[in-house]
C-alpha cells in the first residue's frame, strides 16, 4: 500500500511503529503506546521502584517523560518531522510505586509549522496526576524516512 493509500489513522500508526522502533528512552522506562490517532497519542507506564524519590512518590521527571513521549507521537502523527519548542507541567497529585500512570495527549492547534498538545497524566483510578502543555514545531523530513532525511541533508 503506497503512502497516497493509507488513511489518516494508517498513517498515524505507522508513524508510531516507526517513532518508537527508534525511541529507546521511552522503550527503556516501560512506555507502552496503548493508541494513537491522528493528532492524538495515548501512552502507559507502570511506576517502578527506581522512579521513586525521597518522599516516596514518583519523581517528577519521569512524569514529565511520560507526558513528553504521548507529546511526540501525537505531533507527530501526520509524517511530518516534529519537535518540541517549549512546555509547562503542572503536578496536581503523586504517582505512587506501582501506579499504572496513562498520558493522554490531545492536539489543541495545528497551523503553519506550529502547534499547541495538551497532555493530560492519570492514574489507574482516574486521577489526575499532571497536566502538561507542549508546543511544537515542524521541522524537515518525515518521521518514518528519518534516516534517509537526515543522510540527505548530509549529503
Not at 501525537?74 to 516534529?82: G, L
Not at 499504572?100 to 486521577?127: C, F, K, W
Amino acid at each position: 500500500m503506497s503512502d497516497r493509500e493509507l488513511t489518516p489513522q494508517q498513517l498515524a500508526e505507522a508513524c508510531a511503529e516507526s517513532m518508537f522502533a527508534r525511541d529507546t528512552a521511552s522503550q527503556n522506562l516501560g512506555m507502552r503506546i496503548e493508541s494513537v490517532a491522528p493528532g492524538r497519542a495515548v501512552l502507559t507506564m507502570t511506576v517502578r521502584e527506581d522512579m521513586v524519590q525521597g518522599h516516596g512518590n514518583c519523581h517528577g521527571g519521569f512524569i514529565f517523560a511520560l507526558a513528553d513521549s504521548a507529546f511526540a507521537f501525537a505531533c507527530n502523527t501526520y509524517d511530518e518531522a516534529t519537535v518540541g519548542s517549549g512546555c509547562s507541567i503542572d503536578y496536581l497529585g503523586p504517582g505512587q510505586l506501582g501506579d499504572l500512570l496513562t498520558a493522554t495527549a490531545e492536539e489543541r492547534s495545528r497551523r503553519g509549522r506550529t502547534g499547541i498538545y495538551d497532555i493530560t497524566v492519570r492514574n489507574q483510578h482516574g486521577q489526575e496526576v499532571a497536566l502538561f502543555r507542549g508546543r511544537s514545531y515542524k521541522i524537515r523530513g518525515t518521521v518514518r524516512r528519518l534516516e534517509e532525511t537526515a543522510a540527505e541533508s548530509q549529503a
